[in-house]
């Protein structure tokens, strides 16, 4: 259906033209009249179905403009997601002139407190500063109308489900309330029925958790071996741009510069790096000079770039809800996309449990051989010839072509050419430090640390730093709360092999 078909107001139609939409996605289709009719909505899809603008559009149509306060709040699990809401919010918002402004941890909340004393509409946020300026009284609940929670899912599996239903608690009881999410826990259920009134669900879910136009593989391989698999991989595919998924920082960092010494254009996003610094890559990535951006889980989660081609899942997700979130960064806006999962033989169990929970198809395939890469090398670089023969662009070249042809074979000449324009394509020798392997939780006997009394989970926090929390005290707290350094790295080191 065509959004003009939809009887929105001609300013959001304006808009909407403006950015290039003309065919509403199936869940803008189905959750757009049940939320303009002011329904609570839980919206289960995929990630990059279009969900701000089938969450926005309804939000948009209801702000009241001559209300200098804030009407409209949306959670998001991380500041590059947050980022992300808002800019489409306000190109959507654009002509009625709607102000939307995000704020987020680890940025300077000075500068944020300036932006929200200019009035804005609507707040995209992530729960830890969201809380941090309640505090402060920079941002008033009591005004707000609309509350949505995207890709609530991941911001449960970050901890944030005691900060969601403190700020649930706090908005006013008659508001309207839209929950998106990619899967639907219990303990998120529990959310929605405790906080939601008779929400309307809208399911564009598939057969499958995982999008259809995204072929899933799985390699067979040592952990000592990943690097190899990767690059013969690479070589094969030639990625136009890729996600690479590392378990910590540590293997982003190592991953990072072994790509980069191999030749790729690689580069790594954790916790660890300051805002600034994410920024440059993510920008770098969208723009291409980056080919393969290497990150971990909570630093890739609201990354939305368009033309990622591949996903690596370098390690094995520990959960299938990690699994649909990753490969979910391809096959976006109905782009075919592929995934490849490494995994060490005894991973395979592991793997299979996703497979079977994500209701998907993950076809393994043994690791290529270093001929086969060298054939599929080799033929890419025929073909970059006969590209530069069509377009003439030998011509100020023909001249020595003559001299060498004087003097060798013409297959040694070519042969030659082939070489001198390949890329360097030795094996990596870099050696990564080793992670332990992922085994299925649900097979094994061995109770792990986490089900113990007093037992710790390791996480990265709201701001995307690492944080141990006990289990028993949920996901609370700001954001803007100092992590807990000090224990983090150390729970950090004793959680490495030897």
Do not use: C, W
């Given at each position: ?7 929105l107001?001609?300013?959001?139609l ?7 939409f ?10 757009l ?12 899809a995929q990630?990059g179905?279009?969900k ?16 200098p ?9 991380t ?21 939307t ?52 899912d991941?911001?449960?599996s ?17 508001r ?11 303990r ?21 958790l ?14 000592k ?34 790509l ?16 600034a ?13 980056v080919k ?17 081609s ?28 592929k995934?490849y999962?490494?995994a060490?033989p ?20 043994d690791?290529?051989t ?5 054939d ?21 070249f023909?001249?020595?072509?003559e ?37 299925n ?11 113990k ?14 944080r ?14 100092g992590p ?11 959680r490495?092999?030897?």
């Amino acid at each position: 259906m065509k959004f003009n078909e939809l009887d929105l107001p001609l300013e959001l139609l304006e808009s909407i033209e403006k950015m290039g939409f003309e065919e509403a996605t199936p869940i803008q289709e189905q959750v757009l009249p049940v939320a303009r009719e002011g329904h609570d909505v839980i919206g289960q899809a995929q990630t990059g179905t279009g969900k701000t603008t089938a969450f926005g559009l309804p939000m948009l149509e209801k702000i009241d403009m001559d209300n200098p306060n804030v009407q409209a709040l949306v959670l998001a699990p991380t500041r590059e997601l947050a980022v992300q809401v808002a800019d489409e919010l306000t190109r959507l918002g654009r002509n009625k002139k709607v102000k939307t402004v995000a704020v987020y941890g680890g940025a300077d909340i000075s500068r944020q407190i300036r932006e929200l004393k200019s009035r804005p509409q609507i707040v995209v946020a992530t729960p830890g500063r969201y809380m941090d300026h309640t505090r402060r009284r920079t941002i008033r609940p009591a005004s707000i109308e609309t509350v949505v929670l995207d890709e609530a899912d991941e911001m449960l599996s970050m901890g944030f489900v005691e900060d969601i239903e403190a700020i649930l608690e706090e908005v006013p009881d008659e508001r309207q309330t839209l929950l998106f999410s990619a899967t639907m826990p219990t303990r998120l259920k529990k959310v929605s029925d405790r906080f939601m009134k008779d929400p309307k669900t809208v399911s564009v879910k598939a057969k499958t958790l995982t999008v259809d136009n995204i072929e899933q593989f799985a390699v067979k391989v040592p952990e000592k071996h990943k690097l190899l698999a990767l690059t013969r991989i690479i070589e094969l595919e030639d990625p136009e741009l890729a996600i690479i998924f590392g378990r910590t920082k540590r293997r982003v960092d190592e991953l990072s510069e072994a790509l980069e010494h191999q030749g790729y254009a690689a580069a790594g996003i954790h916790g660890d790096l300051k805002q600034a610094q994410r920024t440059n890559v993510l920008r770098r990535f969208k723009q291409g000079s980056v080919k393969f951006l290497v990150a971990t889980d909570v630093a890739a989660r609201g990354i939305d770039v368009s033309g990622v081609s591949h996903v690596f899942n370098f390690d094995i997700p520990q959960e299938s809800e990690s699994y649909v979130h990753r490969i979910g960064r391809t096959g976006r806006a109905g782009q075919s996309g592929k995934a490849y999962t490494f995994a060490a033989p005894i991973e395979m169990d592991h793997l299979s449990m996703i497979e079977r929970e994500t209701k998907g198809k993950i076809k393994t395939i043994d690791l290529p051989t270093k001929e086969e890469a060298s054939d599929v090398r080799q033929s890419r670089l025929a073909d970059e010839l006969v590209k530069v023969i069509q377009s003439n662009g030998q011509a100020n070249f023909e001249a020595t072509a003559e001299k060498l042809l004087q003097s060798y074979d013409a297959k040694d000449v070519v042969a030659a050419a082939l070489a001198s324009i390949q890329n360097d394509t030795k094996e990596p020798m870099k050696t990564l430090t080793g992670e332990r392997p992922v085994v299925n939780k649900k097979r094994s006997k061995a109770p792990s640390s986490k089900h113990k009394k007093g037992g710790r989970r390791f996480y990265e926090d709201r701001d995307g730093r690492n944080r141990n929390r006990r289990r028993s005290s949920g996901g609370g707290g700001g954001g803007s709360r100092g992590p807990q350094s000090s224990g983090g790295r150390r729970q950090d080191r004793r959680r490495q092999p030897r």
